[in-house]
Structure formats: C-alpha cells, structure tokens
C-alpha cells in the first residue's frame, strides 16, 4: 500500500461513515434528490476548488479566488444590464479577464520571486475593488437566457435532479483529473510541488508551468463566478468572501499535501463533499446553528493536517530504516 | 506653509541615493508617510485638521497593534492568518463576561487569558507539531470566528459598562484611550526586544531556523511566544473593538484585519521572508494604511477605490522588495570604496 493514497483513503472512509451516520438518523438524505442539491449547491465552490488543488500541488495557494467570482458576477450583470450583448460572449469575455489576471498574478510570482501568498492578496484586493468601481449594489440579471440555462436539468432515478451547474462541476472534475494524471502539463506541476530546484534542474518549463497554474485558477475562478451567476441569479461585488478558504479547506480534507507535490483533484470532490454534507445534516437538523459548520470544518482541517504530519513522518522512519 | 517644507526635507532625504536610503529600513516608509500625508492633505482641506489627525490615530491603533504582534510571526518567516478571528473571540468572551456580572477587571483579564491560549495553540502547531505558518493558524481563521459565536449564542451581546467601554471611547491626556493603549503596547514591545537579546534572537530564528536551533536557540519555545504575542496583541484590539461599539459582533468584528495587519507591515518595509524587522516601521505602515482609508472618503473619492489603491500599493512594495530589483539596485547605487564590503555581507 502506498503511503501516498493513505489521505486519499482516509477521506473515502470518512466521507462514507459520515453519510452512513446521517442516512441511518435521517433516511432521506439517501435520496437523489439531497445528492442532486448537494452537487448543485456546491457547484461554484468545487470548480474553483479544482484551480486550487494544482495550485497546491504546485506548492502555492491562491487567496483571490473569492474575488474573482465576486468580480465575474458583477461583470456580467453589469454587461448584461447595460448592453445588448449575448450572455455566451460575455461569459467568453471574462473569462479572458480572469485567465489573463491568474496568468500576471503567476507571472509576478515567478519573476519577481515573492511569495504566492502576497501576490494573490493584492490580486484579492485588486479584483473585489474592481468589482466595487463596477458596481456596489446587488443587480439582479433578467435575461432570458439565464432561465433557459437554469431551466436544464437532467432528472435522476428518484426524482433528484442533476442541475447544468451540478454538470458542469461534474465535468470540471473530469476535466482535472485527466489533466492532472494524463498530460505534460499535469507532470509538471507535480515536479513543481516537490521541489522548485529539482524541477528547474529535470528540465520542467518552471516560468511557463508557473504561469499556466495560476492562469488555470484564474480561469476555474471566472468559470466559478459565471456559475456563481447562474445559481444566484445576480452580480453583486460583496458576493462569495472567504470561499478561498472554504476552497482551501476542500483541497486539504481531500487529503492534498499542503507542502506540494502530493494530491489528487479526485479528493477535493471528497473534501467537497463532506463540507456540504456538514452543511445538508445541519439543515436536516434543524434546531444546530450555521456556526456549527465553521467549527465542524475548522477541526476536520486540524485533523487531516494532523494526519498528513504523521503519515510524512511515519514514511520518513520508513526510509531511515529501509 | 509647512506643507512646502516637508517635501524638501523628503525630496532631500531621497537626494541621498538609493544605497543610503537602503541602509535606513524607516526611510523608505516613512517618505511614504509623508508623500501620502501630502497627497491626502491635498485632495481635501480637512485631512491636517487636529480633529481628523486624531480621528486617523484612533482608527489607525487596532491594526497598529495587531501589526506589532504581526511583525515578530512574519519576522520568523510565518504569518498569522487567525489575527482577526482572534480579535472576535477575545471580544466576546469580555462580553459575556460582563453579562455574566463579573467586573470589568475580570472581563479584561479572561479576554487577554483566552487570546493567549489562542497563541498557545497556533504556537503549538507550528512549533511543536512543524506546520506551516499559512496554514496552522488558517484553523483558528475557519473555526475561531463560529467559536466566537458560540460565546455570544449568535447574537451581538452588547454591554453597559462603564470600565470596560472606557478602553474604546475614553480618553487620557487629550488623547484617545485605544491611542494610548497602542503606544503603550508598541513602546513595551520595543522595549523588551531592543533592550534584551530577545529581538536578536527571534531575528535568528527567522534567518534560519535550524541553523539557530544548532547553534542553542531554544526555537520551539521563542516560536510559542512569538505566536503567543501575536495573540495578545490580538486580544488586547478585541477588547478595544467591542468597548468601542459597546458589544461583541461575532461576525464582523475584526473581520479581515489580519490583512490590514500584514499589509502594515509589509508596507513598512519588512521583508516577508522574514529576517529583518522594525516595529516602527510597522507602526509607520499601519498609519499610511490609515491615511489611505481616512484620505479617500475625505477627498470625495468613491470608497469603492479603497482596495484598488491598496492592491496597487501592495504591488509597488512588492516590486522595490523583490530580490530581483534589489540586486539591480544594489548595483547601480554602490560605491566603488564600499561595493567590496557590501558584496562579503550579502551573500547568495
């Protein structure tokens, strides 16, 4: 068994354990209908979960996320109100922005050599303020399009159903998975989370690899903030503040070594999941308060953490002994 | 006009050359200071008015002691995200005190104890269990702000006391008491690590920590206090932030301050990866933050550009603080007599 899908495991077990738990008090979260919202409702937050689990990987992080689907709400609301284009240009629009905002964010990071951590809070503050100067007010879209769009739906066996949101997250997944274990590009990011020197040295394109992680954030975030948009029916420039650490948060329950070079996309849906199961048994409950979600997560991130510390340490006696 | 006056004295400070100005960490901030004093005080007649001067002050010690705690975390190469959550824990457990019927003494007592458990924590995640910085205290950030909720039972508990809302709106010596609980805490700090081998070795500890380990350090124990600091410093804003609104918002209260913090720090021209510090300099970044803030909604420009003028700010510093442009600027500034001496200290 290799140590390095111990995590990965580990948040299976949870995961199912969990719904086991919940399904047994409450039957009904068993139904397609609760998986249905589960996927719907976490919709925006898994894609842009998916852009931050390469950045991880990488051995960087990225706070602007929130921003950035703030941002792409309010654009497109703005766009939408004020000019006759069709949502599907405008959707094409910004999502140039946005991946070209991850691509200089990556590329200050690379050249000028600071800490991802600083670059995405100026481009945290950047995009929310931007989205401020556009609008401060919540504006409602009315255009007929996204009806039709929030109108689709593919109906599960039982009655669930499985929104174009939901799909579209689905894809998302699909996506990353393939391009985290079947490409060049997804090598790279790998060798990037191990070890910058050691990448440089095996000949990975560091700059381009750099670059192309934080442009594929960039753009996750403004597919996010487009489904964000859907889901909400509105722009509005206060939206969607803290969901990097929820996304954080995902990445790592997922069982994504917050050092780099370790990780699966598969188990930020996991980690996504759990995170809406808190928040459906909290609902079916009824009578815990929201904040409960926040301590619940808080001490599941404390203890995959706390997990990862012992499995490295644990393959590091491995190998003094080897 | 000593308007006039003071962008000499900048301008000729600045004259000096780029080498000198490196040499002084508080130059650089400080010209800052004043280019946006000036800036302000020329997009609106009111912002050197004594009323605003002190209007800035008091907005401007929350963050200002949060940046003195957040100054030693970034010193060792760390940062701590849960300031803010920290900020809202400690400001309703003082609350609840209170509501409890316990005196304001107590209150102030139990806040300040709670904030240093809060240290203890992150400090023993980072020091004693070796993870890292972003992502130990990124705990307390999820879970601090639903534990502060527990305290209030989700309500905003609001509170009566006179002792304990002095700290907020009182007043000493003309000046407001959150003012002089700010240069009471960063004049203490000061203090204690200049005076003592403390800042030396906390500085040590940020240049290399296994290094300072080997050489007898006692890393994990200056880590926990370091934490610990910043924590306090934490609590201490919490109890300013309820007394001043007179009740404890489990929801707002310090709500992205640990940003403002960083920021104020990083603008007052400490190195990130840790190493080199000057509270001062800090205390200087918390005050061209306020500036900013105070000066946009005085001069009628929309609030909305707040954050953009602070992304940009940050990205200015960003740029003068990466190694890339320091070196190019080391070169081109160098005195022949001293290139050879500055070359041995800066090694890499």
Known sequence: ??????????????????????????????????????????????????????VIISGGIDLSIGSVIAFTGVFLAVILRNTAIHPLVAFAMV?????????LMGAVIHYLKMPPFIVTLAGMFLARGMSYVLSIDSIPIEHEYYSTLTGIYYRLPGGGRLTLIGGIMLIVFAAGIFLAHRTRFGTNVYALGGGVQTAELMGVPVA??????????????GLSGI???????AGYSLAAVGVELDAIAAVVIGGTLLTGGAGFVAGTFIGLLIQGLIQTYITFDGTLSSWWTKILIGLLLFAFILMQKAILFLSSLNKRYA | MSLDANTGIAEKTSGFGLGSMLRSPLALPLAGLIVVSILMGLASDNFFSVNNIMNVLRQVSVVGILAV???FVILTG???????AVVAICGAVAAASIAGGHSAFFAVIAALAVGMLCGLWNGFLVAILGIQPIIATLVLMVAGRGIAQLITEGVIMTFNDPGLIFFGSGSFAYLPMPVVIWLLVGAIVILLVRRTALGMLVEAVGINRRASTLSGVRTPVLLMAVYM???????????????????ADANNAGLWLELDAILAVVVGGNSLLGGRFSILGSLIGAMIIQAVNTGILLSGFPPEFNLIIKAIIILVILIIQSPALQSAAAFFSRKPAESAGMRVEQPK
Do not use: E
């Not at chain 1, 086991?20 to 979960?49: E, H, K």
């Not at chain 1, 381009?208 to 975030?221: M, R, V």
């Not at chain 2, 760390?78 to 803010?84: A, Q, R």
């Not at chain 2, 910043?230 to 109890?239: E, N, R």
């Open chain 1, 1 to 54: 068994m290799n140590s390095r899908y111990l995590p990965l495991l580990a948040t299976i077990v949870i995961f199912i354990l969990s719904y086991a738990a919940c399904a047994a008090q409450y039957p009904n979260m068993l139904s397609t209908r609760v998986a249905g919202n589960l996927l719907t409702d976490n919709a925006f937050l898994g894609i842009a979960a998916v852009g931050m689990t390469f």
């Open chain 1, 95 to 103: 999502l140039v922005i946005t991946t070209a905002f991850g691509g």
């Open chain 1, 208 to 221: 381009k690899t750099t670059i192309q992680i934080y442009a594929l954030s960039g753009f996750l975030a």
């Open chain 1, 227 to 233: 489904v964000f948009s859907l889901y909400t029916s």
């Open chain 2, 69 to 71: 705690g957040m100054t």
């Open chain 2, 78 to 84: 760390g940062i701590d995200l849960s300031v803010g």
């Open chain 2, 229 to 247: 600091l910043s924590a306090l410093c934490a609590a201490i804003a919490g109890i300013i932030v309820a007394a001043d609104i007179k009740g």
